[in-house]
Nanobody, 117 residues
């Protein structure tokens, strides 16, 4: 059983920075993909960024150049460093673990980010 716990959300002014963390526990295999998603009020959940076990990184166009995803496998943790934040970044941020061999997905409970203008 895999569990994910996000932390680091909060209230920040536009132009500010924040770092989210997501710690994974349980049966985490070597081949996995860690991702961040977000869901703004009244909108569908959208993909933000992903990082593979091998270190391949992809970003959505809306955050490219401002957000940085990274992982520390020794700590079973994925991070999302968010810079130059905008009010439209306001959302609940979720991390997701995909076990690539089985296709099984696990989601965290989410952490709220609010960016004030």
């Amino acid at each position: 059983q895999v569990q994910l716990v996000e932390s680091g959300g909060g209230l920040v002014q536009a132009g500010g920075s924040l770092r989210l963390s997501c710690v994974a526990s349980g049966s985490i295999f070597s081949n996995n993909l860690l991702s961040w998603y977000r869901q703004a009020p009244g909108k569908q959940r959208e993909w933000v960024a992903s990082i593979s076990r091998a270190g391949t990184i992809t970003y959505s166009n809306s955050v490219k150049g401002r957000f940085t995803i990274s992982r520390d496998d020794a700590k079973n943790t994925v991070y999302l460093q968010m810079n130059s934040l905008k009010p439209e970044d306001t959302a609940i941020y979720y991390c997701k673990l995909l076990l690539t061999q089985s296709g099984r997905e696990t989601w965290g409970q989410g952490t709220q980010l609010t960016v004030s203008s």
